[in-house]
């Protein structure tokens, strides 16, 4: 048995029609959503015909009324089970409005007024989580940051002790050969091949083209993958596809 799986941050409403092309061509089992708008939601389940889970991290000021912003899963034509959303920083019950910070001239979300969640579901014979870990200035691997990872990484072992494996996907918002990817890289398998440098879309972030490979597919080792690979012109950052199945 195996498993095609998708996971793109997909910067809000932003790029949806793109989104959607890559959907329909690439017809992922599983898909796996970063920076997703809660009212967003239908438009994806009709997309892929089935209920989505979704895990709230901030209310976003530039999105109005409906302003809720998060990270989902969700499976083509089927139920996931034993959906679990648990939090390792803020909670669902006090998520607040993100508040932005400037360093060095730089514009971005201040880390403390988001959420962070493990969202994981089970599918078939497979366990899969999402998350989106905090941002930092520069790429840098702060303290608050690591902090995040080692809290991210405890709650992923338990989840993979239990389940006989995992695959933990998301955007870590941590350069691969930094500290918090190398916090995370000891105790998952870095599945995205090495040849991949970056996993930003210069063509559509606003910052354009950066060398930081932060979104990251992570495994336990009786899991494999194949076919692991990015697709530009989808979102500000690429979107990571894979076939997950056991060793």
Known sequence: MSLSIASINI??????PRVAAFIERECPELLCLQELCERDIPFF??????TMAFAPMAQHPEEGHANVVGIGMLARGAALAK???????GSRERIQEMAFV???????????????????ASLGDFRIAVTHLNVTPFGSSTPYQRESAGKLIALAQ??????GGLLLTGDFNAPR???TFDLIAEHFIDGVPAHYT?????????????PFMVDGLFHTPGYRLENA???????????????????
């Open 11 to 16: 910067e809000r409403s932003r790029h949806l």
């Open 45 to 50: 389940e009709a997309l892929m015909g089935g």
């Open 83 to 89: 959906v679990k959303a648990e939090y390792y920083s």
């Open 102 to 120: 400037t360093l060095e001239g730089k514009r971005m979300a201040d880390p403390l007024s988001i959420a962070e969640v493990l969202l994981s």
């Open 158 to 163: 338990a989840q993979a002790s239990e389940a």
């Open 177 to 179: 050969g930094g500290a």
């Open 198 to 210: 970056s996993s930003i879309d210069g063509s559509l972030h606003r910052a354009g083209e950066i």
């Open 229 to 247: 690979r990015l697709s530009t012109g989808v979102s500000d950052h690429c979107a990571l596809s894979c076939r997950l199945s056991r060793a």
